[in-house]
């Protein structure tokens, strides 16, 4: 076994773990933060990305011992109680998910886009950058809208992501 | 139409949960107590099992059982089931063979279940698996559904020892053989439909759990349909009786069919829930759902059409060989046939049509309904002939659909279906105007002169949707009816719950059903909550599948309302005192007409509790009120895609261009989620004709078997959707709802392949179109071209 501190949505954490522990299973079974999915284990569909000191990593293909130390947000850490993130406002708003599964990911991977690129997203860069992060619902017309409003929200807010 | 109500694009209820994370899918589900099971699986593609030695595995660290169809046996648990029965051409049942949820004595695809082991931890059940020694007698692969017909092929199932489940039929032969000895012109295509792995994100997942004290079981899964799940669990399967076992389908991460079936896993964690006594958990990583989840499409077909010398289509003559996998699924047998020889007359009027289907047995993984289900298959067939046709006679693709479409309703088809309503050309000239057909010339030559091949592919769709008459459907197979059944529960402060059968999955019957409530009972619609997925709270239910959840889900719901109104009149009547007659109830107030003494819907409800007002043997307290809903025809939803996309020659990449959608779902509750709906289709249907296919290589193992070697479609691989809708209200149900869950996978493949071929200038592009594919199909041309 092996110990593991990090802090998580804010909250410091430690465990002690198997060390072939993922950090999705560390989340998911010890934390019990079910927001961030499994969706195929191969690190191609992004349902899993949460944020590793701030950028958006896939959960799935980290060692939960490899973030000793970081700061982790998943997508339980976004809102503000029941004040909703801009970008999980704009995926509601413009109907950005349907069976929701992949849908934190995703939300968790457009905030780390407008925080690498600013809130002016044209659709071909979303469309781009959405490349790993698979939907097999909406066809992503809606999420593109959604990322672009979204993002336009948190420029016009000035707001980065929210628990860091 | 209120902000809330039928009409309204209302913001999902349910979307709070999901975008901050408090979704609850099975696998966020954990039970004290709960062990871990992990499959061992085939890894030959068909073999007799000799030995299975779990020695080692029973004393790896943590392992609670390892368990085997021997075991299976013992308790007396049956086999999965195949739930529709046909027959064949000489009247005969079809030829099915068993199917146990783990392997009696031999295998038959690669992943097929040999055992289980289950283990206090993930972990050590995988690690303990790894132990599992089995000797395995190899024997040949059934991978090539037309070798699987043929003499010296290896037999899948001895009941079938030519590997033909069944050999069926539809239509009229003889007049359609004389309608095409007539004919002046004959097209004929080859055409093949590829195999299709589902792949909703969520992968299945189970918990089956035993409590002793009661002799019940839970069976928590990821269900399109519990209760169907639960009812064969326990009439065929023998699980449990219906009253001990209870099924939980909760937040479910998309279905498109491959949820609908009632697999082995879901069954082995039920059954060794009681065996270990402990809860068994099981969820599946993605290759085992690429091996395993039921695939679709795998189509061969051969068809012609027979027109006269004007272009009208006299006739249409197809052949179809259906690869159904190593076991029948739970609805595989009516997929090729019932769910796909009536929907062959499409859009138009063809007096005669004939239709065989070959089922076939192979050593691959089940094939039973994804998305459309026979619907996306036929419809490929009537829109590449079609279009072919219209070519081969040098006619606008457009012009000859309109000279061919049915223009007076009910039409009768001679494939079973009697259409009820539609307005097949206002569809297509709607497409028309939003896709600018009239510049496409333009925009061809502009393309030309930048090196890129343009084409556009049109593709005028009909499905059979909401499913279906009982009595209708039994006459053609089936072990179910197909209705639907909703509760409405009006609580003295006036909320409502409504406990519908149908299972939301992505749908978003959370709002809409609530604004059909809303609307009709002119209540907020947060006051309103849908409850489902639970065997335990809803009595019986159909669920969800073959876009039925509207036109039969919504008109239970709606018959329900009816008589809770009614129920309500009476109260109403008693609390005003006005006779029952005289009480009119409208925009959630009931009042006495021609009076300005009124009640709102919450105070009646309260005096329906309360009862102070009458006489509890004049009327009964209360107001919840019940129905079931068994439609009258199957609805038929259409409408006209238009595709125009540019190849690269140099590199046989394509871009979508522009995709143009018309569809006439007749009334809309929630415009917002039937355009998602659509949007979604589409990108399955373009996943199929640009990118996906499920491969065997000839030792019948899935190379395909990961989001690494299977291409789903990526946001960057697909475009914007300008999507538009006609309304001919569906006269079949009360709220004139047709269907929208699989118009877009359905229309989708013939208008992307009608684009490229248009393209390209010939026919000779199958699905996937990959780049590979079309940079292949593009050097045919230059060929030509050389050698002119």
């Known amino acids: 076994m092996a110990s593991v501190s990090m802090t998580v949505n804010g909250t410091a954490v430690t465990a002690s773990i198997d060390p072939r522990t993922l950090l999705v299973q560390y989340l998911r079974e010890t934390l019990r933060l079910t927001g961030t999915h499994v969706g195929c284990d191969t690190s191609q569909c992004g349902a899993c990305v949460v944020h590793v000191d701030g950028k958006a990593v896939k959960s799935c293909t980290v060692l939960a011992v490899s973030c000793d130390g970081a700061a982790v947000t998943t997508i339980e850490g976004l809102a503000h109680g029941t004040e909703l993130h801009p970008m999980q406002a704009a995926f509601r708003e413009h109907h950005g998910l349907q069976c929701g599964f992949c849908t934190p990911g995703m939300i968790m991977t457009a905030v780390d886009l407008v925080n690498r690129k600013g809130g002016a997203l044209d659709e071909h860069t979303v469309r781009e950058e959405l490349e790993g992060n698979i939907c097999r619902c909406t066809g992503y017309h809606n999420i593109v809208k959604a990322v672009q409003a979204g993002a336009a929200a948190m420029a016009g807010s000035g707001q980065q992501i929210a628990a860091e | ?788």
Request: charged share 20%; proline share 5%.
């Open chain 2, 1 to 788: 139409m209120t902000a809330t109500g039928i009409g309204a694009p209302v913001r999902r209820k349910e979307d709070f949960r999901f975008i901050t994370g408090q979704g609850r899918y099975t696998d966020d589900i954990n039970q004290p107590g709960q062990t871990y099971a992990v499959f061992v699986r085939s890894p030959h593609a068909h073999a007799a099992i000799k030995s299975i030695d779990a020695t080692a595995a029973k004393a790896s660290p943590g392992v609670l059982a390892v368990l085997t169809g021997d075991d299976l046996a013992a308790d007396k648990v049956g086999g999965l089931i195949c739930g529709w029965m046909i027959h064949n051409k000489d009247g005969s049942p079809m030829r099915a063979g068993g199917h146990p949820a783990l392997a009696q004595g031999k295998v038959r695809y690669v992943g097929d279940h040999v055992a289980v082991v289950i283990a206090e931890t993930y972990a050590q059940a995988r690690d303990a698996a790894e132990k599992v020694a089995v000797d395995y007698t190899v024997l040949p692969a059934v991978v090539d559904m037309v070798a699987a017909t043929q003499k010296g092929a290896a037999t899948v199932h001895d009941v079938a020892p030519d590997n033909v489940v069944y050999d069926w039929h539809l239509g009229d032969k003889a007049s359609t053989d004389a309608a095409f000895a007539r004919a002046k012109h004959v097209t004929k295509l080859d055409i093949v439909n590829n195999r299709l792995v589902p792949n909703p994100m969520e992968p299945r997942a189970a918990i089956g759990d035993y409590d002793g004290g009661t002799e019940a079981f839970t069976l928590y899964t990821t269900s399109q349909n519990p209760h169907v799940a639960r009812l064969v669990l326990s009439a065929f399967i023998g699980i449990a009786p219906e009253h001990k076992l209870r099924v939980i389908a909760p937040d479910v991460g998309g279905g498109f069919g491959s949820k609908i079936f009632i697999y082995a896993e879901e069954t082995v964690c039920v059954w060794a829930a009681k065996k270990v006594g402990r809860p068994v958990k099981w969820v599946s990583d993605r290759t085992e759902a690429f091996l395993c989840d039921a695939h679709g499409r795998d189509h061969l077909t051969h068809a012609e059409l027979a027109l006269d010398d004007k272009g009208k289509i006299l006739a249409m003559r197809v052949k179809t060989k259906a690869n159904l996998g190593a076991y029948l699924s739970t609805f595989a047998s009516s997929v090729p046939t019932y769910l796909y020889a009536p929907l062959l007359s499409g859009q138009y009027d063809i007096p005669a049509i004939y239709c065989e289907v070959e089922g076939v047995y192979t050593t691959t993984a089940p094939v039973d309904a994804y998305r459309g289900a026979g619907r996306p298959e036929a419809t490929f067939v009537v829109e590449r002939l079609v279009e072919v046709a219209a070519r081969q006679l040098g006619q606008d693709p457009a012009a000859f659909r309109k000279k061919n479409f049915i223009r007076k309703f009910p039409h009768q088809t001679p494939v079973i279906m009697a259409y009820d309503t539609g307005d097949y050309s206002a569809s297509l000239d709607k497409a028309l105007d939003m896709a600018d057909y009239k510049n496409f010339g333009k925009r061809k030559r502009e393309s030309a002169r930048a090196g890129k091949l343009r084409g556009i592919g049109f593709s005028a769709y009909i499905e059979a949707c909401g499913i279906a008459p009982s009595q209708a459907v039994g006459s053609l197979g089936a072990g179910v009816g197909l209705w639907e059944s909703a509760e409405v529960r009006v609580n003295p402060v006036g909320t409502v719950e409504v406990l519908t059968g149908s299972h939301s999955h992505g749908q978003g019957h959370e709002t809409t059903f609530a604004q059909l409530v809303s609307d009709r009972l002119g209540i907020p619609i947060d006051q309103v909550a849908i409850v489902h997925g639970d065997t335990d709270k809803v009595q019986f239910g159909m669920g969800t599948y073959g876009s039925r959840s509207g036109a039969v889900g919504m008109s239970a719901i709606s018959k329900a309302l009816d008589k809770v109104v009614a129920k309500a009149k009476k109260v109403a009547a008693y609390a005003l005192e006005a006779s029952d007659g005289d009480i009119e109830f409208k925009d959630g107030r009931f009042s006495v007409a021609g009076t300005d003494r009124s009640l709102a819907f919450g105070e009646v409800a309260l005096q329906a509790y309360i009862a102070h007002k009458f006489s509890g043997q004049d009327l009964e307290p209360g107001l919840k009120e019940g129905a079931f809903y068994d439609p009258t025809n199957f609805t038929f939803p259409s409408g006209v895609h238009i595709c125009e996309l540019e190849i690269d020659p140099e590199t046989g990449t394509i871009k979508i261009d522009r995709w143009t959608a018309v569809d006439d779902f007749g009334n809309v509750i929630n415009p917002m989620i039937v355009e998602g709906q659509v949007h979604g289709g589409i990108a399955q249907g373009v996943g199929q004709a640009l990118f996906e296919g499920a491969h065997y290589d000839k030792d019948g193992q899935l190379v395909t078997a990961s989001y690494m070697d299977y291409c789903m479609p990526r946001a960057d691989d697909l475009p914007s959707f300008a999507v538009g809708t006609t309304v001919t209200p569906c006269p079949s149900n009360p709220l004139g709802i047709k269907g929208c869950g699989e118009a877009g996978a359905i229309a989708a493949p013939p208008a992307v392949i009608n684009a490229i071929t248009d393209a390209l200038g010939h026919e000779d592009v199958t699905m996937p179109a990959t780049p590979q594919a079309v940079w292949h199909a593009v050097q045919k041309v230059q060929r030509v071209l050389a050698a002119e």
